[in-house]
């Protein structure tokens, strides 16, 4: 009788707490993470609002004070065509941050779809996607997005001005050959789901094969792709700034981060700040989302886990998220 | 195993044609490329007529459309003197039947393209034009080579003892201070980081020179073009062109780029593996045995730990003939990556298409190679 009842009181006086709740007081926590969050949160707010933020027309060119030193008026100097460099940055921002955002989502929405569809069915659907994906995956990767952006590059999309119209098209190329790395993970995760036994009770109540992809494949396997999300925020800023630093991205006089780097060679060494501040920004959007997995990553894991279970082993995870990092970032070399 | 080898081989045949087969196609959609300058032109004097046009085309072999254009580049056109007339493409400038042979092969059969398949992969259009492609790759695989291997060795040999010493000593000072350093690494764009490295230590204007008034290093080109200024580190050295104080020399700056970032991610990689290991229970057996602990690392963790480096070592192998594209462009080493740049900024196809197919080849062979290895070395995987 007392045993029950203190079971009782006991429940009754653990609050239940949501998972977002739990998620978001891990990650205040983290003093690192929430700095890197307000970085973040910096430049899109600077992207968001560039007309207000620069002081002058990023394409302004201005002869005068062309490779001027910072001062009060140009905070960060002006370029090589008399252009303000910090006005420059904050346009830059737009872009990269939009093909950012833009490219991760899709990727890691159809990673996940056709990665569920390709685990669950098994099966010739499963052979058909996962010999298609590593014939992708059979051709470097930094090559293969050069070569199309090479080819893609005279394409315009009608009705978008010039830097957007490119920009869809570097997307595009991006997520062509960005959606593989979720695919595998998430087939990975749901094949060793689909034997268990709540895919065959659901299988049992009469579910259709679409419904549990939906409500039991896709949510089971999403703290990876979270991951995935989070470091491609990195990755891909990384290298559509390495595409536009080749000649192959976003074409000037279009600012962005990777192509504001192209033609600095010249006067590095008395004008250095040309070539660091843009870099700079790459790097710290970069190593936020880093900071980002591997702090808050594993927190959102273990506040999710069953039995307090510390690491991401509990998850199935075919890989730790040190060997995700090591092997997202073996494509940009 | 046999059988398994057997399956793989033909499996690998058939990636390897399905991607020569997207390479190909896709380049021929690809706008641009040498007969598109000829038909620019602003008047009638100076544009070239519809059969001079066909007569560059036929002299490249473009006349023959993207199907037959993809078997003579895969397999030679030296056999295709057998294909009858009314199959031939008809040409859309001068809508007539060519054969599908190119003149030069007409005339002699030693001029004729092996194609691919055996090793020829074509002209050159505009990197070195007409200049075979198999020799303009050659000519610069050296240079890659010497960049890539000192680079993934010089990592190699660092990352290896830091990922052991880190996993080993979880959460120490040390551990967190590499943990910092791989963040920085990996979230450190590499042309950044070049440009920064060379702003710092290359040229006669860097501050290492002007400032500290230590000897600077070359800042691009593989070799010296003339003969080096007082200060420079080829100047002490007293390096002459070409020589191999010269290359070295050259090579020390984008060398530690690559390392530094090739360090971070395998260190890491090192570091998570170990830390696996270290959970197993062996490992748990042999501390309770009571063997010391430097023992247990040596002898009984260390060995399993190195078994998901085979992965990052056979895929170097790719890496090792591709080079790194993006460090070979700041630096200005001229290496394959580099040319690879080049040739697709100047639509020469050709040579583009070359580094892909090889590239492809060998990411398939690596693949192969990795999970063979694998069995070597972990006998509880089998393939059956």
């Not at chain 2, 020589?243 to 090739?262: E, K, N, Q």
Request: include cysteine; charged fraction near 15%.
């Amino acid at each position: 009788m007392a045993v029950a009842e203190l079971e009782r009181e006991s429940l009754g006086s653990v609050r239940e707490e949501s998972l977002s709740k739990i998620v978001f007081r891990r990650f205040i926590r983290h003093k690192l993470a929430v700095a890197g969050m307000f970085v973040v949160l910096v430049f899109v707010l600077a992207a968001l609002f560039a007309p207000v933020v620069a002081p002058f027309n990023p394409y302004k060119q201005n002869l005068g004070p062309a490779y001027g030193n910072p001062s009060a008026q140009h905070l960060l100097g002006t370029d090589e065509l008399g252009r303000d460099v910090f006005s420059r940055l904050v346009y830059a921002a737009r872009l990269s941050l939009f093909i950012t955002l833009i490219v991760n989502f899709t990727t890691e929405t159809t990673g996940t779809i056709v990665g569920a569809i390709s685990g669950y069915f098994f099966g010739w659907v499963d052979i058909v996607i996962q010999r298609f994906v590593e014939l992708l995956i059979s051709i470097p990767t930094l090559p293969l997005l050069l070569f199309f952006s090479a080819m893609l590059r005279g394409i315009t999309v009608p009705g978008l001005p010039d830097e957007w119209s490119q920009a869809i098209i570097i997307s595009g190329v991006l997520i062509a050959f960005g959606w593989t790395g979720s695919t595998r993970i998430v087939r990975g995760m749901v094949l060793s789901l689909r034997g268990q036994e709540f895919t065959q009770a659901s299988r049992a109540l009469g579910m259709n094969s679409f419904q549990i992809i939906i409500r039991h494949m896709i949510p089971n396997s999403l703290a990876p792709v979270i991951v995935g999300l989070t470091l491609g925020l990195g990755n891909v800023i990384v290298l559509e700034a390495a595409l536009s630093f080749l000649g192959f991205g976003i074409t000037p006089p279009v600012p962005t981060w990777g192509n504001m780097l192209q033609n600095v060679q010249e006067r590095m060494w008395q004008q250095p700040w040309l070539a660091f501040y843009p870099g700079l920004c790459i790097f710290l959007t970069c190593w936020h989302s880093i900071i980002l997995v591997t702090r808050c990553g594993m927190r959102l894991t273990r506040a999710s886990s069953v039995d307090g279970c510390p690491t991401w082993r509990c998850f199935r995870l075919p890989v730790a998220p040190d060997c995700l990092l090591g092997l997202w970032w073996r494509r940009r070399r | 195993m046999t059988n398994y080898l057997i399956r793989r081989f033909f499996q690998m045949a058939l990636v390897v044609l399905v991607a020569s087969m997207a390479i190909y196609f896709l380049l021929w959609l690809a706008p641009g490329g040498p007969l598109d300058e000829l038909k620019l032109g602003a008047d009638r004097r100076t544009r070239f007529s519809a059969t001079d046009i066909q007569r560059v085309a036929e002299y490249l072999g473009l006349h023959r459309g993207p199907v037959w254009g993809y078997l003579a580049w895969l397999t030679g056109e030296d056999w295709m003197d057998i294909v009858p007339e009314n199959l031939w493409p008809v040409s859309d400038l001068t809508h007539e039947r060519a054969p599908l042979q190119r003149p030069i092969c007409r005339e002699n059969k030693a001029n004729c393209g092996r194609g691919v398949l055996r090793g020829d992969f074509g002209l050159s259009w505009y990197v070195a034009r007409g200049a075979p492609v198999g020799e303009v790759l050659l000519s610069r695989l050296r240079n890659t080579l010497i960049l890539m291997t000192s680079a993934t060795l010089l990592s190699l040999v660092i990352a290896v003892p830091v990922g052991i010493f880190s996993a080993v000593h979880q959460y120490s000072r040390l551990d967190y201070l590499f943990t910092t350093f791989t963040f920085i690494g990996t979230a450190m764009p590499v042309f950044w980081f070049g440009l920064m490295v060379i702003i710092l230590f290359g040229g006669n204007q860097s501050p290492i020179y002007k400032i500290f008034n230590l000897p600077y290093l070359p800042t691009g080109n593989v070799t010296l073009v003339r003969s080096p200024l007082a200060g420079s580190v080829l100047n002490i050295l007293n390096a002459k062109p070409g020589s191999w104080i010269d290359i070295a020399v050259h090579a020390i700056m984008p060398t530690i780029v690559l390392s530094l970032l090739y360090m971070a991610g395998w260190s890491r990689y090192m570091r998570s593996s170990m830390l696996e290991v270290l959970r197993q229970d062996y490992v748990r057996t042999a501390r309770a045995k009571g063997l010391i602990e430097r023992l247990v690392i040596a002898k009984h963790a260390l060995r399993n730990s190195l078994i998901p480096l085979i992965t990052i070592v056979v895929f170097q192998l790719p890496g090792i003939f591709g080079g790194a594209t993006i460090t070979e462009t700041v630096f200005n080493w001229a290496g394959m990556g580099y040319l690879y740049v080049y040739a697709l900024g100047a639509n020469d196809y050709p040579v583009a298409m070359a580094f892909l197919f090889i590239s492809a080849v060998l990411v398939v062979i690596a693949t192969l190679l990795g999970d063979i290895l694998y069995t070597i070395v972990d006998p509880r995987i089998r393939f059956s």
